[in-house]
């Protein structure tokens, strides 16, 4: 496949790829098969990338091999397609998309900003520290409640959230027990929601600019709509 061009063109500065990953193409639901479809309809002139599992090992082996062994490391299926999802969106860039989600919309909509970022909802206080390990302190910046999904994410490549990104899942891999399974908070912490919302708090205290659109929603329900945020955060 070719590599599309990142210049900005009819105000899209993303990549016009969406990139999926699964266990297995057997494995997909109807739901998932739908999703796929679905968005093949709506943009019919971007590309369109997939990967199994073992075609995402062999990527990273032939195309970032330096990270193969961080890959190998983690003992769960789902926390190496979260290391690949964001080593793709560095190299590629793109719309990165689960499985599970289905499209509302064509993504033209995210306005012009090197950086789309998925709102989950919204945390209290308490929950903030028990997700961020952080302590709430007066002045946090606006959005700093707001809890950032992983499901869906559009970024240029080589943008240094990516970078950010990938850079905290190596310093939390040594909190993973690799001799059994994972507690679920240490996995997220590690290779999810915890390693982007602890990057999305970097971004607010820093005082990048921010807006809204709604974009997409899950498919099979788990979340409903998401609402994400955009903004010029190529510096």
């Keep these: 496949m070719g590599v599309a061009s990142v210049r900005k063109s009819g105000g899209f500065m993303i990549p016009r790829r969406i990139l999926r990953c699964y266990r297995s193409r057997y494995l997909l639901t109807p739901a998932m098969v ?65 499985a599970e989600m289905r499209p509302r919309e064509r993504f033209e909509g995210m306005g012009d900003g090197g950086l789309v970022l998925a709102v989950e909802g919204r945390m209290t206080v308490e929950e903030f520290e028990e997700r961020q390990r952080v302590r709430w302190e007066a002045g946090m910046p606006a959005g700093a409640l707001d809890w950032i999904g992983d499901a869906a994410v559009a ?37 999810g929601g915890g390693v982007v919302n602890a990057a999305w708090l970097a971004c607010l205290r820093e005082g990048l600019p921010v807006g809204e659109a709604v974009l997409a929603e899950e498919g099979e329900g788990r979340f409903g709509r998401y609402a994400y945020r955009y903004g010029e955060l190529n510096g």
Excluded at 156 to 174: D, Y
């Design 34 to 98: 739908e999703n796929g479809r679905r968005l093949e309809a709506m943009h019919p002139e971007w590309e369109h990338w997939f990967w199994n599992h073992v075609e995402a090992r062999r990527w990273v082996a032939e195309t970032m091999p330096e990270w193969l062994e961080c890959y190998d490391f983690y003992p769960l299926d789902r926390q190496r397609e979260r290391l690949f999802r964001w080593l793709v969106l560095w190299q590629l860039g793109g719309v990165w998309l689960s």
């Design 155 to 191: 970024v240029v490549p080589g943008h240094w959230f990516t970078e950010r990104v990938l850079g905290l899942m190596v310093e939390r891999a040594g909190m993973l027990d690799t001799g059994g399974e994972p507690d679920p908070e240490d996995e997220a912490w590690v290779t």
